[in-house]
């Protein structure tokens, strides 16, 4: 390597070139080792582009397995915490694993491509423990995170400016379900799914189509003033939203070192992903002991008085430590100061009056604000047409 | 279905049986299932041919732990005994063979200073023995999340190390991890006495003299002696009839045994175990299911990968259990001669392992899937205590033989004469003529006796025996104390601590966890 080049070990997606020319702020983060933008412009304008019309994320870094073979239903089922059976051939389930401790070791999707086809995003690498899952089983495993390039499309004009893209039809698509259109002659599958809580979908095809696909999206999608939107920007979003961060809002089990950090479904609010009627899934046998025994923990989503994000707060009731804050956000469209927390049992049930010890600095001033707040039942953000089919024409 | 029976056993081993009679005096109602036609499992006796028989697998008893023994009242069940108190004697070719009976050896140009350092080393091993045998007569405790009884067993075995003094204490933390060539070269001169002891440390295994808790191997060959058993033991009627003598025992206390019953599944379901399925389609339901199968076996056939859970399934998948031993069974129409040994001699323990080398050599082969050309031997003549094993006038000889592989190059059938007589060949130095003694031969290679002992790989101990194996990882972490996986499911073979050999407290260990965790365990 020559000094004073370019070089870098971090890795590009296929819209880099695209991603690069948008990206006014040259505000770059790191996503699994992938060069990905912060923000391209403003993180404002990114989020009310997200919310008010349509908003473009790259998520190619997302770790994306394809499992075929014709145990792969039993073999996911095994996996993962949910009844992979009741995912129909074109829809797509969310669902967190676990190890043999029951603690969460990733959260991510299902994809139900076809008959005994499947496609698995995660947030964390797997490779290794989907290999030794694989033990008595008839399937085969694919690292496909770099053969398929991948879109979010979200926000409420998000259905109108992918129909303009020619994906006639798509507002028949239900949440969660799955489609293929031909793209210039190669295959391009649509989900609606996606990260923010709104009416959106993610759009996946081969590499080599990834800038055609960007560069007819942005043309099709400028009537509905489609705008690409960073990984800030989607945060504001998915705490709005209610969605839970991996390696944020809980460690993946196989990163913990230390005894105690990782967390159960039950302890993240994920208990309704665990379907105890399956006979055997992985971490069943510590689940079933935690059911009976109790959890440690309980995720709280807490409203919190004043507009101080409670960053990094520590949860009180009256002057006992009961939790922290995981991740907080002003959120706009809601108008209300969200954070979410692990509370310990048996805090944090909804409607419990907690106060958030929030530290925060102006021009080197650090404040100490003790918030009242209160465990509420629901995400700040949910909009009727993340459900409909059709969605309405925005 | 019908519910009848408290316990369902898999496999009517040593193991199996005295698991089942513990079981049973405690109240339970316990059935064995056995798939061969005979009780006992390694403890058996096979005529390999018309009027010849021999002990199938294990062939002397020097490990039997005192209280199984006493509890099962084994000789009211018919156990006899055919000779006792063996000495082993390390053959040579010219006639200068070493014998070593306990502490004391002779012969083999042995000189003082090398029989004054074995009984110095014979001592200080007898010690470090004496702390593993009360290990081995509890459950192991868990490192992590231990209670109340793991912590006590942790701070009697810490207590028990401590007590031995300073020296003992910092050169038993040296050796036993390490392996048994070193620790010969540190001790003696006398090639054979260190070749008859690197044999003692491997025998069963896959592993040669220079391998890594080789040491750990041969304290716990020693922990027989600890339990009383000074030199090895012939059992008359061969080792079947401990195994007949063990389901005796085990009918008396109230145990059902079904011969030629083999199970086809343990059923599982919703993290408990329901019962078991035979091969023939029967249902048996059973609220506590024992396995005297080897893990692999009971977790991978029987249980099956695709029930357990991904960690179990994956440490399931790691288990080192490869046999290198294979037996040689010969029917002679008379006693042979061996060079040097006087007939009285020849109902002793015979052994070929002249020098370490020799036996790192003969161990070479089989990481490579080959046979040893110079194998080390462990040879027993029973008929020179028990002549009702072959027709009159006439012998078997039966000899473990170090090293086959389990599976060989274009599979054992093309290598099953060559082998054979190889070994034959190896005995004629020792004893020339016996070829022409020898009316019938029977090789049981690794593969063999995985079929017809069921044991996974042909590996003796269900599980290679090295320090990642044993005490609280054996067979491996999370089935470390009996149950494993499953509520109900559990183990009780050789694959669980403290291991094989016919001891009996796998057995006897089992029990006691079933019983202490209650009936709904």
Known sequence: MTTGSDDTMMLTTPFHSRIAAACELNCWGDWMGYTTPNAYTDVELEYFAVRNAAGVFDLTPMNKYRITGTDAEAYLNRLVTRDVSKIGVGRVGYTVWCDEAGQVMDDGTIFHLAENDYRICAYARATDWLHWSALGFDVTIED???????????????????????LVGLDQLKPFGLTEFDFEGEPLVVSRTGFTGDLGYELWIAPHKAEALWDRLFESGEPYLIKPFGTHALEMARIEAGFLQAGVDFMPAEEVVRNGRSRSPFELGLGWLVDMDKSVFNGRRALQQELARGSRYRFAILDVDGNKPANHSFILKGNKQVGTVTSAAWCPTAKSNVAFAQIEMPYGAVGEELVAEIYYQRELHWTRVLAPCKVIDAPVFSHPRRRATPPGNF | MTDTYDVVLVGAGHNGLVCATYLARAGRKVLVLEANTEPGGCAATREFAPGYSVSACAQWLNQLHPTVARDLALENHGLQWAARQLASISLDVDGQHLTQRGDYVEGGNITAADSAAFRKFHAKTTRYAKLLARAFEARAPKLVESNLTDRLTLIKLGLGLKMMGRDDMSDLMRIILINMYDVMEENFDNAQLKGLLSLDSL???????????????????????????????????GMGALGRAMAASARAAGVEIRLSSAVASIDVDAGRVTGVTLADGEQISAGIVVSNADPITTFERLVGLRNLETDTARRVSQIRCTGGTAKLHLA??????????QERQLGQRLVIAPDMNYIERAFNAVKYKEYSTAPALDISIPTVHDAGLAPAGAHVLSAIVQFAPYAPQGGWEAHRETFTQLVVECIARYAPGIEQQIVASELLTPADLERDYGMTGGHWHHGELGMDQVLMMRPFPGATQYNAAFDGLYLCGAGAHPGGGVMGLAGRNAAREIIKRGAAA
């Open chain 2, 203 to 237: 025998l069963g295994s896959h592993m040669g003299p220079r391998t890594p808790s080789t040491v750990f191997g041969y304290l716990y060959r020693r922990v027989g002696e600890v339990f009383g058993h000074a030199g090895h033991a012939q059992v008359k009627g």
């Open chain 1, 144 to 166: 496909e995170t770099a053969e398929v390039a991948a879109l979010a499309v979200q926000g409420p004009t998000s259905c109108a400016a992918l129909t303009a893209m020619g």
């Open chain 2, 332 to 341: 002679l129409n008379g006693l042979p001669a061996f060079t040097g040994l």
